[in-house]
């Protein structure tokens, strides 16, 4: 790369292309973020649901440097002070007696999931996981076979066996798929990539009776509910479910790599040494983000908050839709919002960048908001007037179409 070369172009020339970044930001703090060029955008994205305390929270980044300079890694071979500290902070908030596996990414964390149904089954010899049409758990091979979406397991056959499709919201597909193989049902309560769909409550509730009732395994995939974006510390708690185990990873670390299996006790000591292991996982700079993430979610009150600014945020799309009737629903809940279009919704994405509101397309046909939790009602009311700005002008260009 030449001094002269842009950073997009570095990337077209160096990077293997599995994306085709749209902006190349170079700064950010609280709410905001700047690209190369100075201009200034509200940040709605927020790295996929990962800054879950913005950009460069102060607590944050002291615990960050402050770790650095301390102690960074030294591999699971030993033991640091802060792996304990994270995961009982973690298992409080879950169930007495459950036990955490850390690891790096929200795939990894799925991995870990998919292992300790398997490890589990093993014994009454049964291995078959029923997912979700329309889910998404990551892009290793395993967890690429446990996304319900063909278009991310395409051309990477032979796929591991053991996976199923129900339909979501559907009870009766899924109790079709069980069989004697059979040892879990995994599932997001509200489907973040496949367009911000959320789970009925009364049909989340019969997956998790039909688990009692035929001995599975309810696990929940926490990855982008978990960490207060859905108004309570892991996704589930909002809708009164209690799994088996479940994965975290994204909003944990706050922007710092890390992941999480949490095993309920019936699991927690299941996988036992040698069958399961990462050189990075929970290591002591992770841990510390995390630590961080977690100290300040509760010292700002950011639960309660998520709620009320995910409200204000929600009601205040609704209430735009007569002018826009592209716009068909908005849904989700806490921080995790999507506004469903009767359109491709790429083109709207790249007007919100022009208007300073980064958010991205999702599923096609919907606008998937996950802002950071500490967004205030100044963000949420600046947001919805940078969006509202962004729909004029593109009803104003889609008009002469629709003649
Ligand atoms: C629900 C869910 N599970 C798993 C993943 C994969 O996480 P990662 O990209 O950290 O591997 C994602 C990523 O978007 C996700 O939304």
Redo the contacts with the bound molecule.
Sequence with gaps: MNDKQSIKDAYGTYLVPTYAPALTLVRGEGMHVWDEGGKEYLDFLAG?AVLCLGHAHPAWVEAVREQAGVLTHVSNLHAHPLQAKLARALTEKFVPGSRVFFSN???EA?EALIKVARKWGSASGRHEIITMKNS????TLATLTATGQEKVQTGFAPLPTGFSYATFNDIASVKALVTDQTVAILL?VIQ??GGVVPGDVEFLHEVEALCHDRDLLLLI?D??CGMGRLGTWFGFQAYGLRPDAFSL??GLGGGFPI?AMVASPKLAEVLQPGTHGTTYGGNALACAAALAVLETIEKEALLNRTQAMGERFRNALTAMMPEFPFITEVRGMGWLIGVVLDRPAKPLEARMFQEGLIAVATAGNVIRFVPPLIAEEADVDEAVARFRAACRAWKTEQEPMEK
């Design positions: 996929i990414s929200g795939a799925n998404f758990h990551g892009r997001e973040a990539e995939d990855v982008q990873a994204k992941g």
